[in-house]
């Protein structure tokens, strides 16, 4: 992992970068947590009234985000901060459907009152249809260590591969689920759009390596965002800004009110094509299709969804930048080097996982071959330990 390696914000709405530096220099966490949760909760107001269209597909905005750190890190604590102006929101439908409940005479089925919240607390299947049924702008997971939505798969109705629902749920497809309860039927949700959050810890991190997940395209879905551990050396020097969180709370309420779809100019098409078909490419190539060890096989996955987080990307960063009309080469361009950090985590993070050490082990042997000999044929020396060319590639690329 490059420690230079750092989302670039410059080119988002004053406001929104003055909010993301104040939220990690009060909380002392990475700003490129801070970034993804904005971007997240961005995400969770567009809802489906949002979206970017490529010439061929049509892309909500939602995201399926990771923060790995270690406990005590301060994650869970600056999440709550950024998402309270949506937890806000939330309790106020609540309440708008309690005293709705209160007021219907439980005669009329026609007209009982219908709970609109969206953030999600049970994940079974079952409650998660009737949820996206009742809620017409989408839904959003956020669990401070989302390990127990992970670990809930199959927890209540036994079935293994709970997972999968999830990945046609990423993929906007209708849900079917067949009720082990009551009526045994089938009950059916349209149209979903879910929008996930959580923190997970390092080792707990290893929990979603479960061998089902693995060519499933699960873990592809995910944007995690793991960085050094720089643990505070002193008490944080500022506070958080009351103005910057006034202005976080309204821009979400505003963003409520959005509703439009991005295109793309003919030169953000040409950049997006050539990180497509060229960068993303090569890496997929080098990694080979006939790949078999877990780490490879999780940066398959990644790379083949990462050109759909491009366009996801690309469109909330055209909201948090204020801008309106087409997703120009500046915003593509600013994406790109999004996803490339993205890139650089989901290595960390599935080198962890899967033990492919980057600081020691294999990687420091290899790293110190390529300097006293240097590593010229790369297939070979992959083949010679049982480990892909890919990831020989990583290995070198990393610093020391």
Same mark, same amino acid.
Request: net charge positive; glycine share 8%.
């Given at each position: ?7 670039r914000t410059s080119h988002l709405q004053d406001e929104v970068q003055s ?42 905005? /939602? ?87 992970v670990g809930s798969f199959g927890k209540y109705n036994r079935d293994d ?49 479960? =061998? ?47 509703? /439009? ?93 899967? /033990? ?25 020396? =992959? ?18």
């Amino acid at each position: 992992m490059k420690e230079e390696l750092f989302m670039r914000t410059s080119h988002l709405q004053d406001e929104v970068q003055s909010y993301i530096r104040n939220v990690s220099e009060t909380y002392q966490v990475h700003p490129d947590m801070v970034t993804l949760a904005v971007y997240t909760a961005a995400a969770v107001s567009a809802g489906k009234r949002v979206t970017t269209f490529d010439g061929t597909y049509t892309n909500r905005l /939602s995201l399926w985000g990771i923060l790995v750190g270690i406990s005590g890190s301060g994650k869970t604590e600056f999440c709550g901060k950024v998402l309270e102006p949506l937890m806000k929101r939330n309790q106020k439908l609540i309440e708008e459907y309690e005293r709705e409940k209160k007021k219907w005479n439980g005669k009329n089925k026609a007209e009982e009152p219908i709970p609109r919240d969206f953030r999600l607390h049970s994940v079974t299947l079952e409650a998660l249809v009737e949820k996206i049924n009742q809620t017409p702008d989408g839904l959003f997971l956020y669990r401070g260590e989302l390990s127990g939505w992970v670990g809930s798969f199959g927890k209540y109705n036994r079935d293994d591969t709970e997972y999968a629902s999830w990945i046609d749920l990423w993929d906007g497809k209708d849900l079917t689920v067949h009720t082990k309860t009551g009526n045994n039927k089938l009950i059916y949700a349209k149209d979903p759009c879910i929008s996930v959050l959580g923190g997970v810890q390092p080792h707990i991190m290893k929990k979603f390596a479960k =061998a089902d997940f693995l060519g499933s395209g699960f873990l592809g879905r995910l944007l995690m965002v793991y960085p050094h551990l720089c643990y505070p050396e002193n008490a944080p020097t500022c506070s958080l800004d009351e103005k910057l969180l006034d202005f976080w709370q309204k821009w979400i309420e505003n963003n409520y009110l959005t509703s /439009s779809q991005f295109l793309f100019s003919l030169d953000a098409i040409a950049l997006y094509n050539d990180f497509c078909y060229k960068y993303v490419r090569e890496r997929v190539l080098a990694i080979g299709e006939n790949a078999v060890d877990p780490y490879s096989v999780c940066m398959l996955e990644f790379y083949g969804k990462i050109k759909v987080y491009a366009e996801k990307w690309a469109g909330l960063t055209m909201l948090l930048a204020g801008r309106s009309g087409c997703i120009n080469e500046e915003i593509m361009q600013r994406t790109i080097e999004a996803m490339k950090v993205f890139e650089a985590y989901a290595q960390k993070t599935y080198g962890f996982i899967f /033990s492919k050490d980057f600081g020691g082990g294999k990687g420091e042997i290899i790293r110190k071959l390529d300097k006293v000999f240097g590593v010229r044929n790369r297939s070979q020396l =992959a083949d010679g330990l049982g480990i892909s060319k890919s990831l020989i590639s990583d290995y070198l690329n990393q610093k020391k």
